[in-house]
Nanobody
Framework: QVQLVESGGGLVQAGGSLRLSCAAS????????MGWFRQVLGKEREFVAT????????YYADSVKGRFTISRDNAANSVYLQMNSLKAEDTAVYYC???????????????WGQGTQVTVSS
């Protein structure tokens, strides 16, 4: 079991930046690939970014490529999502997730945090 807690969400103006954090506890964090997803009320959960257990492989949704950066610190049991040049359409609840391999498929991540709200005002 892995427990995940996101933080760092909030209200920001378009063009601004936020850094989300996800703290993990429980089984060995460094053995898991991590992902960030987001969801708008009434819509399906959307892949944002993923990172391998070592941090050597990252992959991004086209909608955030060049603006968002995923990173991890295994010593701190944490994964991060640096979000720059935010747009109104980035408004969503952001979730971190842990799984066996980096993938865009939400169903392949068995462990999820509770989410943190990001609101971008235009």
């Amino acid at each position: 079991q892995v427990q995940l807690v996101e933080s760092g969400g909030g209200l920001v103006q378009a063009g601004g930046s936020l850094r989300l954090s996800c703290a993990a506890s429980g089984r060995s964090f460094s053995g898991y690939a991590m992902g960030w997803f987001r969801q708008v009320l009434g819509k399906e959960r959307e892949f944002v970014a993923t990172i391998s257990w070592s941090g050597g492989l990252t992959y991004y949704a086209d909608s955030v490529k060049g603006r968002f950066t995923i990173s991890r610190d295994n010593a701190a049991n944490s994964v991060y999502l640096q979000m720059n040049s935010l747009k109104a359409e980035d408004t969503a609840v952001y979730y971190c997730a842990a799984g066996q391999a980096p993938t865009i498929a939400a169903t392949r991540y068995p462990y999820w945090g509770q989410g943190t709200q990001v609101t971008v005002s235009s």
